[in-house]
Structure formats: C-alpha cells, structure tokens
C-alpha cells in the first residue's frame, strides 16, 4: 500500500518537558519519527517546548515551535502552517490528550488536519475507563473491577462494594490502604484532573506483570515485536520496576494466551502503529487481567526498541502515513521486513534510577505512581550477568547502598523487604547472604522464584570468591557473572592488578556480540553491539585511521539529564563530517546517542573503566571525547590519560584545575579574576576553623559535583557546627564559601586555547542562591550593562588562554552591583548549551567539535550571527505530582526534573507562554493567594486562612517564600495548586498578564565555515 499522496506537511506534537512518567524516550522516538517523515519526502513541522533535546534541533524538522503545548497554541499553529496531517502518537499522554482536545474542538476538521494512524475514536475507546470496560467485556478479556467518579462521594460508595486497598488512577495516584489515604489521594486527583475526574480500581497487587508492545497496519497485520515482565509483582509502577526482556516465568501457554489476547485488543481498537498493553497475570493460574492499553509509543516501546532493536516509532511513522509493515524494510538487517517479529539470544535487563540520593526526604515507597527520572538497560547472556551490568550502569556508589543496610538485622530487613522501595532489591541481596531461603522471600515479596534464584547465584559466587583461592577456572565462571575486576579483588583480598594481570594470562577477556532482531538467523548489517563473557567474538574493529569514542551521560537524573545527549549526538554528527569514525558507548534506552543510526558503531555498556577500556581495546581507539557526557563522562579522564589515552579538545589535568575547588581558586588568583571569599577544607576541624573567620551565611559543598548535590547553606556558626557533626568523612575535602546577595548570569562559550566566542549572557530571574538548573533565565539578557558584558567575557577569555582550553565551556558568575566574581567553571557541555543554540539559530556543539578537531583552527574562521533575533526565556519544571512531599523552596540543591523554552519578541511575551496555563487557570476565575506580607498586593482570594482557600475549586496559585512553611506548600502541591517560592518568579508571572502573544518558530541554524577550514 503506498505512502498517502495527499499530504505534503505534517505537524508533529512532541511530549514537553521532561517530567517523571513522561521522559526523554519521548525524545528519541519523536526524533525517530521525524528523521522517518523526511526520508519519505514530507515537510515536518514540530510543536515541542523542551529545548534540551536533539528532537527540537532544527536539523530534524523544517520547522520547529517551542511554544507551550495546549489547544489554543496548537490552534495558532495549524492556521498559520495549514498542515495536511497531524501525528500525536510520539509525543506520550500530553500529545494524545491535544490531538483529542483539537478534534473535540473542531480545529482538525476546520482545518481540512488528517490525524494519521489509530483515529480519535480509537484512542478514546482506548483511554476512556468505561469505553474501554465495555469493550474489553464485548470481547472477554477481563478487567479489574473500577468506577470512574467526580466527587469523594462516588469515590466512598465505591469503597463500600470494594474492600481497601483500592487503586486510584490518574496524575499523582497510588495504592490506597487505608481510608484516610484514599480520600487524599481521590482528592488531589480530582484536583489535578482537567475533567474532574479520576479512576477507583480494584487492587490486583501481587499477580505478575507483562507488558506487550505490537505493531498494527491499516490492513489488520500484528507483530509482537517484544515481551517485558516485572520484576516487581502488580502493585509497582512498570517505570519504578526492574523489568526483563523477553519474559522469563511464563509457560509456551501463557505466553501465546497473552499474545493473543494482545493482537485481540488492538485489532479491536484498530490501532494503527505501535500500541503497549499491560496484563496481570495470576502466579498460580491462567486468569489475566487487562490492566491498561496505551494506543501510542510509550516509554516501554523505547525499551522494546533498544532491546531488539527494532524501531517502533519509525515503523509506527511509516504504517501511520500508509506503508503495511510488509513493504518496510528492516535497517538493521535491511534483508528482512518490519513484518517478522524479532528474536533474541540475549536477555535485557532495564533498571529504575530514583531521584532519593538527591530527596533522601522523600516517600521511598514505590506504588502506582512513577518515581524514577531515568533508567539503565543492559545486555547480556544470562539475567545474572545483566543484572550485574544494569547495577554497574546506575552510577551509583553501590557500597554506600549496602553500607547503609549493615546496622539492620536480618529480622528488620525482612520487615523492610515487604514494601516496595528504591532498596528492595539490595535488601533481598542481604536477606540471601544472611541466608535467607528463596521459599520464604517468594512468601514476604510475591517475586517470582526464578529471579531470586538468579540473586541467589550471584550470592553464592561472592561467597566462592570471598572463601576460595582464585583459580583460572574460579575468575571465568565470575567474569560470566559480570563481577567486575574490583568487586573480586575486594571480595577475595587481592589487588585489582592482580586480577588484571591473571585474566590476561588465561585468555579471560570479554567478546562482543550483536543485536539484529534475527537470533543471527538473517544475515545483518549492524553496528550494535554488547558484550559478554559467553561464547566467541562476533564483531571485528571498525575501520578507520582516526577513530573517536564518545562517552555517554548515562541514566537521566536530576542535574545530568537529555542536555547531555543532545551535545553527544551533535558532536557525532560533526566528528563523521571530519572524518572520524564515531563509536558510542552509553546504557540509556531512553536517548537518540544510543539510537544504532546516530554513532558509526554503538556499544550499550556501562560507564566504568573495566567496561570502557574493554571497547578501547578492542576498537583499538586513541582519542575520547569526554566533554559531552556530563559529569560522569568527565570521572573518568584521568583513568583515561593514565592508559594512554588521548582526550579531544582537553585533558585531566585541565579537568582537575576547574572542578577541584583548590586548585580552582589557585587558577581564578593567579589570573586576578575576584572570586567569593572561601577556602577548601580536609577535615571537620579545618572547616570550623575556616568557617569562623567568613562571614555568615556559609555554602559547604565538595567538589566535583553536579545539580548541587550535596551542597548546604549554613546561617550560623551554631548551625555549622551541627552539619559538620554529623557529616561523613567521605564528604570531605568540602569547599567552605561566603554566600553572597546578588544576581547571577552565566555564559556557554566556545573556546580556542586563547580566544573565546561569547554568543552572549544569560541572566536568571530569580535571585543568587538558586541553582542554575532551578532558575528561570533571559537569554539574550535583559539589563546588564555593556561594561559587565565585557568584563564577563573578559574573564572568560582570561580562563580559556590560562587553561590553553579547546572546546565548549560554561561559566557562572555572581554580580553584587557593579562587581562581577566568578562562582563555577564547568569544562564541558552544560544544560544550557542546547538552548542557547536554539536561540541563537548558531550550533555551538558544531564549533566547538571544529576547534577541537583542527590543531589550527581558531575562532576566527567561524562567521557567528552578529545579533540575536528575539528572546527566550527558560523555566525549570518541577515533577510535584511524583514527589509531592518534597517542598518546593528553592536553593543550592538542585530540584527540578526538566525544563522549558518559551521565545518571544518582547520578554513579556516569552514569559505570558512560560505561564500560560497558568494565566489560563486565572482567567477562568482560579485564585492566588499570597502568604508574605511584601507581596500581599497579588493577593486574589477573598478567604482570610490558607486552610479554607486550598480546599476551594478555585485555588490556583499559591505563593509562600518562608522556610519554615514547607507543610503548607506540600499541602498546596498535594492538592495539585500551582506553587511558587521565589518573589521574582512571582513577578514575573504578574509582568506578563498582558502580553501580546503569536507563535514564534526557532531560528534556523546557520552553516559553519570550521570543516572546511581544517
């Protein structure tokens, strides 16, 4: 069937900042679908305000809009861009719930819009509760009892019929146990509920969870392309669950029941595209529930992609504009079609990464509603193995995760093993050393024996290590496990040398396999790969005289987060241009650099040394790229140099002067740049002694560190005292700072070795003290003068030429009237280096590749804009109906799980779309109430106590900046009312009520002159 010849443009809805639920998987499948819609010829419009993604590049559409997601906005566009067909199906809930609110409004049909694959009624049918029941009962597929109500009322009745616990589904929903929960939790859905109204289910918690992702044509065809079970029993959000790919526990019966029942469903709904259904099965029967259909690309359908490597979202594109999976071929064999359902000889492990090391305040408890920012996935021959990598690849200090259990006796941790939490898995790891049997965890936990078996192997492996002698045989049965080489020198008393120099002696090296969709029963084309301690090497090194390798970012959590994939994969691009062989080495599911198509090779691996230079080794590599990985990219250069390994555009020692905070103030000293008064301590005494003699308050923080983790403000030497007390010593060497009042600016510059290209500053609204990640932002700024503009760029270039650094930089400054200190030098990519790009319509990823590519080249050949049309503004968005219970009062710790983008011609204008729905809730007669007396004039409710105005329908904004108000603010979140700490966001809000406002498409980048200069 051929592509639809009616349609020449199309408008794609992308998901919007990165919450908790709805994630960057949304960015590599919206990527995918546009990179799919332009090799078919059609022009791609995209409506998405996350700048920090490779999505909203202007490389990938014709055009792009970061504009806030609504119907109106939506409205705006198709008149102006009169699209013929509209995809919702990539963009998660946010994009389906839009594509429904403009049909419902008519806007589609007025506009001649066609939605292309699964219809409106389908997805209605679909997220419809009683739509979907009824089909569901037509059919004979059973679900679990459920009442959609609209007030407490129903809620309660339904209570009476079905015994606690009870699920209530919706946007900050949960497994109520008790009635005082469930009135709260139906509560604040409601509130947060556009259509007032949430879902009461039956709880079927403790059955086994499998997910189904398929693919369905226009003509009826259905492939399952992958099968996923829970670790975790019914009851556990599948994002905060580890999950395997395929299922482990099912019978042949079970699977093919389910399968069935899967291509039953979507046929029914007639989906058109990709479309994930979550069954709960019964451990100890055939009975099944249907738990939810999601007639779209979900989160799950980016796993199922990376772990069989076929693309959803491009297939769903292409099936959606016309094609039936029977004319598309498959890219990684490209000698089979989208229509064979893909084998694997491998397992797939993916694992939660929760936000609790930065909130270890927050409810740790898992239910319902996600909680985890971001994920790992590892590959690997058997789940013992993978589960040993996804537990390397979460970059996280795994002693200090058990460390924390080593005051806990057996009898208390099984107490703690009966509730899910983000330590559940570490907790059964103890309960088995303690020698606990795999029976009586199956009792206390409902996790399927198998799993705990597996568990259970890799406890008696520690044991053989930790009570033998280490033979050859003993070190290749412990590398198949994945141990690394420091776990079994820890576990058996010898050096990690040792264990090195002894596995290369016996041959025990790891071999690298490939992921094809075929089992290797086709031959493949492919450049995906894992490796594994089973069987023979399957792939050689890549050709190439200059090869690169790129270091991923890992996992996405809070500080470290798409920013960074974006930088890595316009890097790849720029690298290929100048000839370099590009190699990817990352363990995200959720991102394009870990799409097979970006990088020339792809290794899905964790971000270790072992692992590391295993894949240097082998691709025989001598240059790595580390300035586009975040922080964890950048830990491991001096382990790097160490081996001889060259990194591009820097070095370790370069790394060590910014982030080590001593030898940072030597560097600010000696190129007599003012800095905040403070000193670097190594021990509780020494901050004391430092602490008195600055002047109060203080900011304690280590060094190397990113998102403020870890980062204190002390207000008294009093209170200084108490945090060091109880402070540990591994927090130490810590940097002991003055904290000064005042405004801070940042720059993203590109540097040469002595020069610099300054696109201009950023400017935050809020005040100094509020993380960078946390504040809002101007860019160009607003109102500093041209004398600060110059003696910012001055200082910049004073860095860069004592540094002798090549490559993209970001620097922090604080402004106390007219004087400028610098706070932080970051030696890499940062957060906002994709939106200043945007901006600027100027890839500054691009020039910096080309500087550190070309020994000669300097800033001079490149020819930047020489003015910036417009303004932008970016926001931080707070995922609060996750983590309600963390109170949202800003500061040095960074919070936020994601950000915006809004531009406009005027600042106002940018700022009335950063709060649009905002100044929607207001208009439409939402209230703001204000608890501090200096901005009381904002004030609109009419009611005198916060206590009676929450509990009204009109509660819409609500503005508190008292540290000591937290209960208040978390009972403004938790009633799903919109909550503001800082006094100039405030303002800010009020500064753009009445702003003009129209649509404003991003700049389109501009060619750079730096290849062809090399």
């Not at 939810?292 to 504009?321: C, D, F, H, Q």
């Not at 060497?733 to 610099?756: A, N």
Request: hydrophobic residues 40%; glycine residues 8%.
């Amino acid at each position: 069937m051929p592509k639809d010849s009616s349609i020449q443009k199309i408008l794609i809805i992308g998901s919007g900042p990165i919450i908790i639920g709805q994630a960057a998987e949304f960015d590599y499948s919206g990527t995918q679908g546009c990179l799919a819609l332009k090799e078919e010829g059609y022009e791609v419009v995209l409506v998405n305000h996350n700048p920090a993604t490779i999505m909203t590049d202007t490389a990938y559409a014709d055009t792009v809009y970061c504009e806030p997601l609504t119907v109106k906005t939506l409205t705006a566009i198709i008149e102006k861009e009169r699209p013929q067909g509209l995809v919702a199906s990539l963009g998660g809930q946010t994009a389906l719930n839009l594509a429904v609110g403009l049909d419902e409004k008519g806007v589609l049909e007025k506009c001649g819009v066609k939605l292309l694959g699964t219809s409106v009624d389908s997805i209605q049918k679909g997220e419809d509760r009683e739509k979907f029941r009824s089909l569901m009962e037509a059919l004979g597929h059973p679900t679990a009892e459920s009442s959609i109500v609209h007030d407490l009322e129903e809620a309660l009745d339904f209570s009476k019929e079905i015994a606690l616990p009870i699920i209530v589904r919706g946007r900050g929903g949960g497994i109520a146990s008790c009635m005082e929960e469930y009135k709260k939790l139906v509560l604040s859905g409601l509130k947060a509920s556009p259509i007032h109204q949430v879902l009461v289910e039956k709880s079927i918690a403790g059955f086994k969870e499998i997910e189904y992702e398929v693919m369905r044509d226009s003509k009826g065809n259905c492939i399952s392309v992958c099968n996923m079970e829970n670790f975790d029993p019914v009851g556990v959000h599948t994002g905060d669950s580890i999950v395997v790919a395929p299922s482990q526990t099912l019978t042949d019966r079970e699977f093919h029941m389910l399968r069935t029942a899967a291509f039953d469903i979507v046929s029914a709904l007639e989906v058109v595209g990709g479309c994930n259904i979550q069954f709960a099965l019964d451990p100890n029967s055939n009975q099944y529930y249907v738990i939810e259909v999601n007639p779209r690309v979900s989160r799950s359908s980016a796993l199922a992609s990376k772990a069989t490597g076929y693309p959803i979202a491009k297939v769903a594109v292409k099936i959606a504009v016309g094609y039936t999976l029977d004319e598309i071929i498959n890219p990684l064999t490209r000698t089979t079609y989208a229509s064979f359902e893909p084998a694997l000889d491998y397992v797939v492990v993916k694992f939660p990464r929760w936000p609790f090391d930065k909130f270890p305040e927050a409810n740790r408890i898992l239910g319902t509603k996600m909680k985890a920012t971001g994920e790992v996935m590892a590959i690997e021959r058997s789940l013992e193995a993978a589960f040993q990598k996804a537990l390397q690849s979460l970059d996280l200090s795994l002693e200090s995760l058990y460390g924390g259990m080593s005051d806990l006796t057996l009898e208390e941790l099984e107490k703690k093993v009966v509730t899910p939490t983000d330590s559940r898995f570490f907790e059964l790891m103890e309960l088995l050393r303690g020698g606990r049997s795999i029976d009586a965890l199956h009792e206390m936990t409902g996790i399927d024996k198998l799993f705990l078996s597996v568990m259970s192997n890799l406890v008696d492996m520690e044991h053989k290590l930790s009570t033998s002698s280490l033979s050859a045989e003993l070190l290749k049965e412990a590398k198949e496990l994945r141990f690394e080489d420091s776990t079994i020198a820890g576990l058996t008393g010898m050096a990690e040398a040792s264990i090195v120099d002894l596995r290369m002696e016996e041959g025990i090296v790891p071999v690298f396999k490939m992921v094809d969709t075929c089992a290797g029963e086709f031959e493949a084309i492919t450049n995906y790969a894992y490796s594994t301690y089973y069987g023979t090497n399957e792939i050689e090194s890549l050709p190439g005289e200059k090869k690169v390798l790129i270091i991923g970012a890992g996992p996405i959590r809070i500080g470290q987060g798409v920013e960074f994939d974006y930088s890595a994969v316009k890097a790849i691009k720029r690298l290929k241009e100048h000839g370099y062989t590009t190699i990817m080495v990352n363990n995200n599911p959720e991102t394009v650099s870990t799409d097979y198509e970006t990088a020339d090779r792809l290794y899905f691996e964790p971000i270790t040394k072992e692992a590391v230079l295993a894949i240097i080794k082998h691709e025989r590599i001598d240059t790595v790229l580390v300035q586009f990985g975040g922080q964890t990219a950048l830990n491991l250069a001096g382990m790097l140099e160490g081996e001889g390994i060259t990194l591009l555009g820097t070095s370790s020692d370069i790394i060590d002067r910014v982030e080590d905070r001593e030898r940072f103030y030597q560097l600010l000293d000696g190129c007599m740049i003012p800095r905040v008064k403070g000193d670097i301590c190594h021990s509780k005494e020494e901050a004391m002694h430092v602490a008195g003699n600055l002047a109060f308050p203080l900011l304690c923080r280590p060094s190397y560190v990113i998102g403020g983790k870890g980062m204190v403000k002390v207000k008294s030497l009093e209170e200084m005292q108490r945090f060091i007390q109880t402070a540990d010593e591994e927090y130490f060497p810590i940097l002991v700072d003055e904290f000064k009042e005042g405004r801070e600016v940042e720059i993203d510059l590109v540097g040469d070795g002595e020069d610099v290209y300054v696109p201009g500053v950023m400017e935050h609204i809020e005040r100094a003290g509020v993380h960078s990640g946390d504040s809002m932002s101007i860019f160009p700024s607003e109102s500093l003068s041209g004398e600060i503009k110059e003696t910012i760029e001055e200082y910049a270039r004073k860095i860069v030429s004592a540094l002798q650094y090549k490559g993209i930089m970001n620097i922090q400054f604080l402004l106390q009237n007219q004087n400028v200190y610098v706070l932080e030098v970051n030696p890499r990519a940062s957060r906002t280096v994709p939106i200043v790009s945007k901006i600027l319509g100027f890839p500054l990823i691009d020039m910096a590749t080309d500087l550190m590519c070309g020994e000669r080249l300097t800033i001079d050949a490149f020819y930047p804009p020489s003015e910036i049309k417009g303004v932008g503004v970016k926001y931080p968005v707070f995922s609060s109906h996750a983590l309600p219970e963390i109170d949202q009062i800003l500061g040095a710790n960074m919070k936020s799980t994601g950000e915006g983008l809004c531009l406009g011609e005027t600042v106002e204008e940018a700022l009335y779309k950063v709060f649009e729905e905002l100044h929607a809730g207001v208009e439409a007669g939402g209230t703001i109430y204000v608890d501090c007396v200096q901005a009381k004039q904002y004030q609109t409710a009419e009611e005198a106590s916060f206590n009676e105005w929450i509990k009204t329908d009109h509660a819409c904004l609500y503005f508190n900046d008292e540290e000591t108000d937290a209960k208040k603010r978390i009972a403004a979140l938790e009633a799903g009312v919109t909550v503001i700490t800082e006094a100039e966001t405030l303002q800010a809000f009020m500064r753009s009520k009445n702003a003009y406002v129209q649509p404003k498409p991003l700049v389109h980048s501009k060619s750079i002159q730096g290849v062809s200069r090399v």
